[in-house]
């Protein structure tokens, strides 16, 4: 190409550019991923941001790196407090799920500069070490996995070669989900015989993140004989709760380690689901307790009695003596945006439990109370009956006769429940799912509310 056919081409360029504002952004985008999230911390924003705050504290915050990525980015962590029960807190164990970072730096920031007496007692009481952002190299890329091919896998553990893969291993991504890849027995190493495995078995301390952060845990077990807590912070969907239709902006759970009376985890005596469902009472409560608003929003994260997943740190941890809380935040990323109501919630509930173990308060709580939190799941047909009056206050079931008849049926299940007569509750869901269906066909039902009610007497039908 001659060089007034380049200028000629860039002057057209320039031309459409002014012209179109739109095609300027699409241009920026095309240039610079990170302009999709800008509003997130980078990683380099978020070493920037540790570091000041470590200079700033007066020597209160001590910040670490604590380990590598498999593509070599530096993990850090950050210790405050002196006191000796331990809070552990993780954030973007998911690369895509970054409000906890933004959130830890907030409380870090306070917890390493404020002078008040609040921020005192819990200096004085607790020792907080977070690890903002665990998963760096998925960050990088906003994706859920790290980034480690399984053939770098069989390089690193020659004794896997020829093997499958674990299941929690994402070819798409070419990396894991990290949340899977934890085992209670701490000292485990990766061995053939135990993989691919399925999500109710143990991980495989494959990636570096699990081993590093494992490590953290084992080294606060060492210094302080246990570690009182550990909270891990999370994105999610977004779901409206069973009863009101709310929007739920915080989900809180405890381990899921299956049914209380299940005795798969009898080599696990230490394991204390009472004092996890304490831990994440708190944490619910700290959220509407230091907020401004009134916060309706506040649910328990989804956990019906038979979930259970060994592999997520948090349940490995709860095996060890642990109480464990997961924050599940409305929302991924890149598609949810920043949104500092979201972070602030976050830290709210984190303080919501280190304020109550500065005074000694939490242990005081009834974890049964945090049952009785908003739920959007639905376990057995009470909780599907409650949909049905909710629907019909919304206009969404046309009227009191359609409601009364899927009622009705709810009810009669909910007595086979209480039996356990399960051929009998599958029965009778199905002659529910068949009024369902007519209802449809005469459009006496909206459509989000007849596929709601439809999946979730599936969901019944497969669990009996
Ligand atoms: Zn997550």
């Known amino acids: 190409m001659r060089k007034n056919s380049w200028t000629k081409l860039i002057f057209v360029?320039?031309?459409l550019l002014v012209m179109n504002p739109l095609s300027v952004q699409a241009l920026q985008n095309d240039n610079n991923t990170d302009n999709v999230d800008h509003d997130w911390m980078s990683n380099e924003e978020l070493i920037q941001k540790l570091n000041q705050i470590e200079k700033a504290s007066s020597n209160r915050v001590d910040v670490d790196v604590i380990g590598h990525s498999h593509q070599g980015r530096e993990i850090y962590a950050a210790r405050v407090g002196t006191g000796d029960q331990v809070l552990l807190i993780n954030g973007n164990?998911?690369?895509?799920?970054?409000?906890?970072p933004e959130a830890l730096v907030q409380m870090?920031?306070?917890?390493g500069t404020s002078d008040s007496t609040f921020a005192q007692a819990i200096r004085d009481e607790v020792t907080i070490v977070a690890v903002p952002r665990l998963n760096v190299d998925g960050a990088d890329i906003t994706q859920r996995?790290?980034?480690?091919?399984?053939?770098d896998v069989m390089n690193k553990y020659p004794q896997l070669n020829g093997t499958t893969p674990s299941w929690y291993y994402s070819e798409t991504n070419g990396g894991f989900d990290i949340?899977?890849?934890?085992?209670?027995?701490?000292?485990?190493?990766?061995?053939?015989a135990d993989l691919p495995g399925t999500g109710a078995d143990?991980?495989?301390?494959?990636?570096?993140?699990?081993?590093?952060?494992?490590n953290v845990y084992l080294n606060l077990k060492d210094e302080f004989g246990e570690v009182e807590a550990f909270v891990d912070l999370h994105h999610m969907g977004t779901p409206e709760t069973n009863k009101t239709g709310e929007d739920v902006t915080i989900a809180i759970d405890y381990p899921p380690l299956g049914p209380e009376d299940s005795t798969k985890y009898a080599d696990w005596p230490k394991l204390d689901q009472d004092k996890s469902k304490r831990y994440a009472l708190a944490a619910a409560l700290g959220v509407k307790e230091f907020s401004d608003?009134?916060?309706?929003?506040?649910a328990r994260y989804l956990h019906p009695e038979e979930?259970?997943?060994?592999g997520q740190a948090r349940s490995s941890f709860a095996l060890n003596g642990t109480a464990t809380v997961l924050f599940e935040m409305p929302g991924q990323q890149p598609e949810y945006g920043y949104d500092q109501a979201l972070i602030d919630r976050v830290e709210n509930g984190l303080w919501g439990i280190a304020t109550r173990m500065a005074n000694g308060s939490i242990d005081q709580l009834n974890g049964d109370q945090f049952l009785r939190l908003p739920k959007y799941w639905t376990e057995r047909s009470s909780d599907m009956k409650i949909l049905v009056e909710r629907f019909l206050e919304e206009g969404k079931i046309e009227n009191e006769s359609a409601a009364h008849s899927l009622s009705i049926h709810l009810m009669m299940v909910n007595i086979y429940e209480k039996r356990e007569e399960g051929e009998k509750v599958v029965k009778h869901m199905r002659n529910f799912k068949l009024l369902l269906d007519h209802q449809n066909e005469e459009g006496l039902i909206a459509e989000d509310a007849y596929n709601r009610l439809h999946d979730d007497a599936d969901y019944l039908i497969e669990k009996w």
């Open 93 to 100: 164990i998911h690369g895509n799920e970054k409000s906890g």
């Open 179 to 192: 949340n899977r890849d934890f085992n209670p027995n701490l000292s485990y190493e990766p061995e053939v």
């Open 202 to 214: 143990p991980g495989f301390f494959l990636t570096n993140e699990s081993r590093i952060l494992r």
């Open 108 to 111: 870090l920031e306070t917890l």
């Open 145 to 151: 996995q790290n980034i480690f091919s399984w053939n």
């Open 293 to 298: 608003r009134e916060e309706p929003g506040v």
């Open 307 to 310: 979930r259970d997943l060994p």
């Open 13 to 15: 360029a320039f031309i």
